[in-house]
């Protein structure tokens, strides 16, 4: 092979010019313009591009048609997203908007008119609906002397069953292409190069469709199981000829593609095979040192060529809403002419290593065209060693323009059915109406050549649109927000007068971070076994008595051993906290608030650490683990800023008087804590008590004593003074009672069951001699959560919402989504997905990497779950209960459950279980399903998944919770966000995380000062 060339000089802006003249040239003469008003769909591509608000209505609701399978649907879809579009909409839109009823023959034909308009919308960029259709769309390209690379579209493979499916598709289309293409008259151009000949079926595979629980956080495991379901492909493909190409995702999958890329190609049997290539993205900031690894691998270690597809990248508003929502690194150029140069940059790259890199360009944008045809020309590269790829129904124009200059143009060519199609088409329809899109601004709106073939990196010093004031797609994502800020902005996300940031969650598609985590692991099992004392007034104690904490994934591992408090020690510990309680009180806020940012910190420097032990003493997941450790972080963080928000007196001030409203502390205070959250919800109320003032016995759960001594361990090392916060752990019968009704406990903060919340809240009340006042009590309580599945709604999102919200954590959550309402429409599709995706969670101890559902907390627990689940049977019908096999006997494991046709009023639909447990209930419509949802005792969470805005707008009024969630998980609140607590049975007192929280921890104060002396009154400052 050739030494790798490398230019000597830059390319010559010129030359790139003058390829992009002759192709503009070669454009003009064909005829029609690519955006021709003669079609409906440029027409609404039209509507888009001068109203945004109306495009993201309109790309709405064709995304939404595929559910919707009666015309009364149909139509009244239409009435709802485009109702407001007046005059701008075709005819018979602006009728069925304006004066059609939603049922009837008239509004039939409405639906119908909208169906086939959509499902021609579609056949312009999606070849056909089956292997046949697509087989005569291919042949058709190849008559006018174009390759192709066939894509299969479908839903989001989010079960094993599905996952077969889409391997099972794969060999058919191979071995119904091989077989006929292969037998079509030779094209030179397209079907040989220097090398020999060319691959005439080309497909391409993406590889999170081959497995259901495609997670970078187990990129081994997740290797496996894809190259498990890839390696018969390949196998086929090599076999008879056939090119493979391996599609690129979201940035959060990319590093595990490229593992599994590198992993399957260096195995014997594919080592020597050059008819294999990948998709690379341009507007990927990491993406140069990926290709420079690339090379390195194909030309050392795999030794032989690969293809790589370069292209822009398709998820843009995508990745810059993640990492705005997450508060992580932007992963893509924040502006359009970066990615341009990017592209520019990575051509060079590749062209000057076509020996190892086979480049194929994916573009519609003449500058990008143009300078690859200037770059191969200045490195000798001839034309058959790269191609061009565009997509199938966008830019016809220029791949004859670019084919007539003998290159070879392969069309990227979607095929499967035509409406479940639609988010292919959506993400077209964007890419052709967005601001920035190239076909768009030289197409539909006329600039000039000039300006469409500019150096994109001289738009870096150039006001021009596009380059300095607008961000990659247009923001269509930030039109649907509605917010003030930038598009790809953090600020955009939040609310303006807001200066709290949630802590980032850990990114587990980062190498560092599970290799910290793992590390971690380690470290901490190396100390197991300890023994962690009582601690008051800073001081531990000597240990009488030990509670032995286990890890519930593996019982056979002791985590540590929890000294369990005597009534003497609680009565201590109390008289401890009284002791420092006045002289804390009058601490300024500011020292208050300065402790909780320390203590917020020490969790920052040992955040894996921590979460480590969350992992091994309560069975939670990795990243369940990590964010109970953010939480924990957040509200330190949250409540000190709120403390300084309240802590300056209001003055409601008249001539000769002052008057200050202002807060002061209540005493001692009592926080008793679960272990499902074991950091979070015991730093969230002990955080909030130490800031207003309050002197705090810690009572962590029996379960999580080890991770209540390790937040000891931070509050002492951030400098709590002696006797601010003291440690006791214990049996919750034995101390409990004590802790709660000492006459000098003045408040008691509870998470736990409604059981005991009731009564604390009860023993709380009385006032026995000595004690001159009441005790406030702050509970949260539970809750049997529902989530609506209206009919319209995204299975794909609904099915994955609905089994991470039942089941995250093994149901042991107080917001865990316990109930399933799902309206008739959709019932028997939505409940047949539920199962399988729910068969195909991994059940495993916790601290490994690919875990969905670890164990349950105690054997106590699962011998309650299990007992459930048996009378369950005789109360609904059950569908699905996943063995755990041999994890029964290494932990306290319960699979999953599932019931169906639960009536309302049945036992497992109304008590909290607290367990992988999930109800699945049938309603015949919104109305039914809100009730149903209404009707427990409890009212914390609630969810819904509906695509209707009208529907969104009843729930939000009916649905009536403390947190309710649209289209998405109804677990995981953040603080400050989403402000956490219910009422009915689920609470007493105001939400966590939000801004009335902290109140409930502080007395109120007003000292009015009468300033007259004699006739005398200081001056005000009103008076002239």
Known sequence: MNPTRRPSTPVPDDRTKDYGREIF????????????????????????????????????FVDTLPYLKEPREVSRHLREYLGEA???????????????????????????????????????????????????????????????????????????????????????????????????????????????????????VKLSALFSQFDPIDPEGTTRAVCRRLRPILSLAKRTGAFVNFDMEQHSFKDTTLHIFKTV???????????????????????????HVLLDWAKNERRCPVWVRLVKGAYWDYETVIAAQNDWPVPVFTKKWQ????????????????????????????????????????????????????????????????????????????????????????????ENSSNDSFLRQGFAEGLSEEVLLRDP????????????????????????????????????????????????LSDFSVAGNRTAMAAALAKVRTELGRTYPLVIDNRPLPVTKTLDSVNPSRTSELVGKVAAATVEQANAAVASCVKAFDSWRDVPV?????????????????????????????????????????????????????????????????????????????GVAVVIAPWNFPLAILTGMAAAAVVAGNTVILKPAEQSGVIGAKLMECFVAAGAPAGVVNFVPGIGEDIGPTLVTHPDVALIAFTGSLKVALAINEQAAKTPGGQNFVKKVIAEMGGKNAVIVDADADLDEAVKGVVDSAFGYGGQKCSAGSRAIVLSGIYDQFLSRLVE?????????????GCSLGPVIDAESRDRILKTIESGKNEARLVHQTDVGALASQGYFVGPAIFADVPETA???????????????????????????????????????????????????????????????????????????????????????????????????????NQMRRGFAPETGTGE
């Open 265 to 291: 190609l260096t195995e014997p049997e594919f080592r020597d095979w050059p008819h294999v290539g990948i998709a690379i993205q341009a507007y990927l900031t990491d993406t140069e040192a990926d290709l």
């Open 907 to 1009: 036992g497992i639909a109304q008590e909290e279980i607290f367990g992988p447990v999930l109800s699945v209930i049938r309603a015949k419509d919104l109305d039914e399903a809100i009730r149903i949802a209404n009707g427990t005792k409890y009212a914390l969470t609630g969810g819904v998944f509906s695509r209707s805005p009208t529907h969104l707008d009843q729930v939000k009024r009916r649905f009536r919770v403390g947190n309710l969630y649209i289209n998405r998980k109804c677990t995981g609140a953040l603080v400050d966000r989403q402000p956490f607590g219910g009422f009915k049975l689920s609470g007493i007192g105001s939400k966590a995380g939000g801004p009335d929280y902290l109140l409930q921890f502080l007395l109120p104060r007003t000292v009015t000062e």
């Open 590 to 666: 500011s020292e208050r608030a300065a402790l909780l940012r320390r203590v917020a910190d020490q969790f920052r420097s040992r955040r894996f650490e921590l979460a480590a032990w969350i992992v091994l003493e309560t069975g939670k997941p990795w990243r369940e683990s990590d964010a109970d450790v953010a939480e924990a972080i957040d509200f330190c963080v949250y409540y000190a800023a709120e403390m300084e928000r309240f802590s300056a007196p209001q003055h409601r001030d008249v001539p000769g008087e002052d008057n200050r409203y202002f807060y002061d502390a209540r």
């Open 339 to 430: 990615s341009d140069a990017n592209f520019e940059k990575l051509t060079e790259f590749l062209l000057a290593n076509v020996d190892w890199l086979v480049p194929a360009f994916g573009s519609h944008n003449i500058r990008s065209i143009s300078h690859a045809m200037a770059t191969a020309e200045k490195l000798g590269v001839p034309k058959w060693r790269f191609e061009f790829q565009m997509l199938y129904g966008m830019a016809d124009p220029i791949k004859e323009a670019i084919q007539s200059l003998g290159y070879r143009v392969r069309i990227y060519t979607p095929y499967g059915q035509l409406l479940p199609g639609m988010a292919y088409l959506v993400r077209r329809l964007l």
């Open 86 to 204: 007046g005059d701008q909409l075709p005819w018979w839109a602006r009728l069925g908007t304006r004066f059609i009823p939603a049922g009837g023959v008239l509004g039939g034909a409405l639906a119908w008119a909208a169906r086939s308009n959509a499902e021609r919308m579609a056949r312009k960029f999606i070849a056909g609906s089956n292997v046949a259709e697509a087989v005569a769309a291919v042949h058709a390209m190849r008559t006018r002397g174009l390759a192709f690379t066939i894509d299969l579209l479908g839903e989001a493979t989010i079960t094993e069953p599905e996952a077969d499916h889409v391997q099972k598709q794969y060999l058919d289309l191979l071995a119904g292409l091989t077989a006929e293409v292969n037998a079509w008259p030779e094209e030179p151009v397209i079907d040989r190069d220097d090398r020999g000949p060319i691959p005439r079926v080309n497909v391409s």
């Open 25 to 60: 040239a070669r454009v003009d003469r064909q005829g029609p313009v690519l955006f021709s008003r003669t079609w409906l769909e440029d027409k609404l591509m039209g509507l888009g591009m001068h109203d945004p608000a109306l495009k993201v209505q309109l790309f709405r």
């Open 457 to 504: 990196a001289s738009n870096a010093e150039r006001g021009i649109r596009n380059a300095e004031s607008t961000t990659q797609t247009g923001a269509t994502n930030m039109a649907a927000h509605a917010t003030n800020g930038t598009a790809g902005s953090h600020s955009a996300l939040r609310t303006p007068h807001s200066t709290f940031k949630n802590e980032p």
């Open 837 to 849: 995706a729910t068969k195909s969670l991994t059940v495993s101890a916790a601290d490994e990497p």
